[in-house]
């Protein structure tokens, strides 16, 4: 089925190391969304990318949109304790093949604790 | 603007009640979502609607159900609750219908005893 993996499924790392996670989906995609979600609380939008090839920035984060709309990834730079937290990736996907009804598609997160 | 508001924010029931949550999207917004989380799990999708209309829906069995109002304001309701329904229910609000970026409220706790 239609479907976008995440991995990895967790991550620790030492505050101060790079992170990344990276998402791939089974389709082409006309754009790719990243939500983060801190423990206890609710998905936040981060960032949407559209272009093939596209790479945005956030401070630390930078998050890339492969050059065949499939696949994308989000590096975070010298983490730091405010980084952890669940980062899911989602994009939309035909209801049905060919159709027009797009629906809303999430991976399963990776978990970023970080050590500090 | 207002962020999306959900209520109640928790809940205790015990099997085989029911129960309807409330889910308020942001002024403006169209498209309400809601989806299931449970510990490990990712965001299940439960169903979406648009202009009063259920658009998507997912895998879940049919004690769940939901609607939405022409305010867009929007309900689930679970009847006949099981312990395997204790979740994070969360609903998200989009400008427009179709996968645009979502806003999420920040969720009903539900425990069933």
């Not at chain 1, 939309?92 to 009804?101: A, D, E």
Request: net charge positive.
């Amino acid at each position: 089925g239609q479907q976008v993996m995440q991995i990895p499924q967790y991550q620790h790392v030492q505050e101060g190391e790079d992170f990344t996670t990276y998402c791939n989906s089974s389709t082409t995609l006309s754009n790719i969304q990243w939500y983060k979600q801190r423990p206890g609380g609710h998905p936040v939008f981060l960032i949407q990318l559209v272009k093939s090839g596209e790479v945005k920035k956030q401070k630390r984060l930078t998050f890339q949109f492969g050059e065949a709309k499939k696949n994308s990834s989000l590096h975070i730079t010298a983490t730091q304790t405010t980084d952890v937290g669940t980062y899911f990736c989602a994009g939309p996907f035909p209801r049905t093949s060919g159709g027009s009804n797009y629906k809303l598609t999430f991976g399963k997160g990776t978990l970023l604790t970080v050590n500090p | 603007k207002a962020g999306v508001t959900q209520t109640p924010r928790y809940l205790i029931k015990t099997r085989g009640q029911q129960v309807t949550l409330s889910c308020s999207p942001i002024s403006g917004h169209r498209s309400v979502s809601w989806y299931q989380q449970t510990p490990g799990q990712g965001l299940q999708f439960l169903f979406e609607y648009f202009s009063e209309t259920q658009r998507n829906k997912g895998n879940f069995p049919g004690r769940f159900s939901g609607r939405q109002f022409s305010n867009s304001r929007s309900e689930m309701n679970v009847s006949t609750l099981e312990l395997g329904d204790s979740a994070l229910y969360l609903c998200a609000s989009s400008l427009d219908k179709g996968g645009r970026e979502q806003f999420f409220g920040p969720g009903t706790r539900l425990t069933v005893l």
